[in-house]
């Protein structure tokens, strides 16, 4: 098959080199001029996965066109605050029997769209699915055994997705449910900022394991009463992700939170990260969605005040432990 991905970042080059070595014919487009010049002298992204080598199959273009005509699949894979423009600017070039797969993960701060609804919104004559789950680019450049989910509403597409993807150490799975799959991928890098200002702070496993475990929940509940399914959250978009997130030092996310837990302001740990750290971006859309599906969010409310009130990582702690006596599931009841 002729695939375009579209972004050359760390994520792309592991699933271009996934793609390629399932036999694929695989054109990547990035922006980035010295990026593409780097790729195509190299073949190996040497800031961002050094030590993964993309095969002979593959092409690398600053021209979208190039990346987009005559494929059959294009890959979207930028960070979640460009997926918007990226869209824009291949849309004149996307046809309408060609797929959209979106593998970035995010929720868009101003319309408060997941991103495969920001794709449909501006390329609307493709059909726009998802793949997720917990999937580091270090680990699959290295093809090291991993899981995730495909999600369409069409289950055609989600089959398409899982054998274009499949390989011996990448299992893909298939789900309909897409706004779930999109939720937990987006709303777990703001839970993982809460785990790095843990290990900032100097918490221990017992922090590690009640913030995941409350994130979930938090997670659940508005994913529920924005249409997701229960499972979905129970799954490899959800608890999977979340898990790998907040505890592997591969995770941007977890590790700007930890510099956020030692003190520096979200800016500063974003500069140091030198990678997009999505959960930043994610946290207000998180927040702004808590309040209009009326759904109690402590968690992300708190990691809100932190990113953007000045509120202490320490304090915020407190905070968190220090809120009114409740039960774990009101669901639960005595006969």
């Not at 390329?123 to 680990?139: C, D, K, M, N, R």
């Amino acid at each position: 098959m002729k695939i375009g991905v579209l972004g050359a970042g760390s994520w792309g080059i592991a699933l271009t080199a996934l793609l390629s070595g399932n036999g694929h014919e695989v054109t990547v487009w990035s922006i980035d001029k010295d990026e593409i010049a780097m790729l195509k002298e190299y073949r190996e992204h040497k800031t961002k996965l050094p030590g993964v080598i993309v095969s002979g199959n593959v092409d690398f273009t600053t021209v979208p066109e190039e990346a987009v005509t005559g494929a059959q699949l294009l890959v979207m894979v930028v960070p979640s605050p460009f997926i918007r423009s990226t869209a824009k600017t291949i849309a004149p070039f996307v046809s309408k029997d060609q797929v959209i797969v979106n593998v970035s993960k995010g929720i868009e701060e101003e319309t408060l769209m997941t991103l495969t609804e920001v794709i449909s919104s501006e390329i609307p004559q493709v059909e726009v699915a998802v793949l997720s789950g917990p999937s580091h680019a270090e680990e699959v450049g290295k093809r090291m055994p991993t899981t995730v989910v495909a999600g369409s509403t069409n289950k055609k597409i989600a089959d398409l997705i899982q054998d274009v993807f499949m390989s011996d150490f990448f299992r893909v799975y298939t789900s309909p449910d897409v706004i779930g799959i999109e939720l937990g991928g987006a709303l777990k890098n703001v839970i993982a900022l809460a785990a790095g200002m843990a290990d900032g702070l100097g918490c221990g496993d017992n922090t590690k394991a009640a913030i995941i475990t409350r994130g979930i929940s938090e997670i659940s509940r508005l994913g529920v009463a924005m249409g997701g399914k229960v499972e979905t959250f129970a799954g490899l978009s959800g608890i999977g992700d979340l898990i790998v997130t907040c505890a592997s030092a591969h995770s941007r996310n977890r590790n700007a939170g930890y510099l956020i837990g030692q003190g520096k302001t979200y800016k500063e740990a974003m500069d140091e990260v030198k990678m997009v750290v999505e959960g930043v971006y994610s946290a207000k859309a998180a927040m702004l969605l808590s309040k209009k599906y009326d759904v109690h969010m402590p968690m992300v409310e708190t990691i809100n005040k932190v990113l953007f009130e000045d509120l202490k990582a320490s304090e915020a702690m407190k905070q968190l432990l220090g809120r009114n006596k409740t039960a774990e599931a009101v669901s639960l009841t005595w006969q």
